[in-house]
Nanobody, 122 residues
Framework: QVQLVESGGGSVQAGGSLRLSCQAS???????MAWFRQAPGTEREGVAQ???????GYTNSAKARFTISRDNVNNLLYLQMNSLKPEDTAMYYC?????????????????WGQGTQVTVSS
């Protein structure tokens, strides 16, 4: 089992940047890692995922603006978010799956953090 703790959320104006971090309690080198987000009244949706070898995938909303990366030495996952928009406002969650990356869906991931809030004002 692995515990995940997110940090780095906050309030920014549109066009700004934030870098989210996710600290894992044990080695994540063999895990598929991902970021999801959930706005009030909506379903939790995938943002990006990254395999153990560093291969990354993004949803359309994240492409060209967000970058997912991982530090397997320090058991960290990151999400660099640039050119933020008000519609990016949500709780952002880190997730882990003890397997290779497949479909970026909530049901594919076994372990979740508590989330970090991102608020983007216009």
């Amino acid at each position: 089992q692995v515990q995940l703790v997110e940090s780095g959320g906050g309030s920014v104006q549109a066009g700004g940047s934030l870098r989210l971090s996710c600290q894992a309690s044990r080695s994540i080198s063999s895990y598929c890692m991902a970021w999801f987000r959930q706005a009030p009244g909506t379903e939790r949706e995938g943002v990006a995922q990254i395999g153990s070898g560093g291969s990354a995938g993004y949803t359309n909303s994240a492409k060209a603006r967000f970058t997912i990366s991982r530090d397997n030495v320090n058991n960290l996952l990151y999400l660099q978010m640039n050119s933020l928009k008000p519609e990016d406002t949500a709780m952002y969650y880190c997730a882990a799956n003890w397997d290779s990356c497949g479909l970026l869906s909530r049901g594919s991931f076994d372990y979740w953090g508590q989330g970090t809030q991102v608020t983007v004002s216009s």
